[in-house]
């Protein structure tokens, strides 16, 4: 398995990927996979992780920064744009169909966390997606709006609006782009507000577990309108007829969205449920990491054989 440094253009911003192949004696051309990073990850973490894997097994892979995040281009910095999101996932796929390497009419995608949504979003209108998996997906608008399990009162994200709000007057105004942080500062902080899930993102993003230095440490106020207003999951149901696999931990506090998902979405379908893993737990921990790749190995496989 070989990686190279390359970028691509997604609506007039270069974004910066790693692109994986598989060892040189693999016969061109190859089945493709599209690996979206979760909200505020960057290439390095867990989408290089499953890229890295998934090249291991024949797929030509690409894992990138999303527009205005890691070493993507894009002003303001830290800006968590839902739909250029989208866009940067069909851009990627773009740009594997233009590679010698890949069979543009074999390429799927594969989104972990908010990518999972996005990557819904982004196969429903993109009919070079050949086949959809995800990894602990969610929603980032619904979770936003009513938290990661579904039970923040409806003022918080109100309250958030209202600073939203405020925040782009006050840059019309000349002073400055507003930035909110995404974590808390220490680790009893995100487990008091949180729970296990806050803190086990707080682990994996800010302790050597999983921390990378250009992963986002802050959002941009502007953020939080498009965000709270949009709807990742809403035509899932224009995947099928190709196939959608959904992947989630037993122990996930967000699995309610992968149900969620996959009971909007029509046939064929798979949701793969595994047993004690976390939100978190399917980023990085080899002993969950191993099969989740074991069947995603096996989905495109199967989903994305030569004609």
Not at 19 to 38: C, K, M, N, R, T
Not at 44 to 52: I, P, S
Not at 187 to 202: D, N, V, W
Not at 275 to 302: I, M, N
Request: net charge negative; with cysteine.
């Amino acid at each position: 398995m070989n990686r190279t440094d390359i970028t691509f253009d997604s609506a007039g911003i270069s974004l910066a990927g790693h692109l994986y192949l598989p060892s040189s004696d693999a016969a061109a051309p190859l089945p493709a996979v599209v690996v979206g990073h979760p909200g505020t990850g960057v290439k390095e973490q867990t989408a290089g992780t499953y890229a890295a894997h998934l090249a291991e097994q024949g797929f030509v892979t690409l894992a990138f920064d999303a527009a205005y995040q890691g070493e993507s281009g894009g002003l303001p910095r830290g800006l968590e744009d839902p739909a250029h999101r989208i866009e940067d996932l069909k851009a990627a796929v773009s740009y594997l169909a233009t590679r010698p390497e890949v069979d543009a009419g074999r390429i799927g995608m594969l989104g972990i966390c908010a990518s999972g949504g996005y990557g819904i979003a982004a196969t429903a209108g993109d009919h070079r997606v050949r086949a959809l998996a995800t990894v602990s997906g969610v929603d980032v608008g619904r979770q936003f709006r009513e938290g990661a399990d579904g039970s923040q009162p409806p003022a918080v994200v109100q309250g958030m609006l209202d600073a939203a709000a405020a925040a782009r007057t006050a840059e019309a105004r000349g002073e400055g782009t507003g930035m909110f942080p995404v974590f808390p500062e220490t680790a009893e902080e995100a487990r008091a507000l949180g729970g296990r899930h806050g803190f086990e993102g707080f682990e994996y993003y800010r302790t050597e577990r999983g921390a990378h230095p250009r992963s986002a440490k802050e959002f941009t106020w502007s953020s939080v309108d498009r965000i709270a207003t949009s709807d990742q999951f809403r035509f899932v149901g224009l995947i099928a007829p190709r196939p959608l696999l959904v992947i989630q931990g037993t122990e996930a506090v967000t699995r309610h969205m992968g149900t969620l998902a996959f009971a909007e979405a029509h046939e064929p379908k798979e949701l793969h449920w595994v047993e004690g893993a976390s939100h978190v737990d399917l980023y990085d921990r080899p002993e969950f990491v191993g099969p989740v790749v074991e069947k995603l190995t096996g989905f495109f496989a199967q989903e994305l054989a030569a004609a």
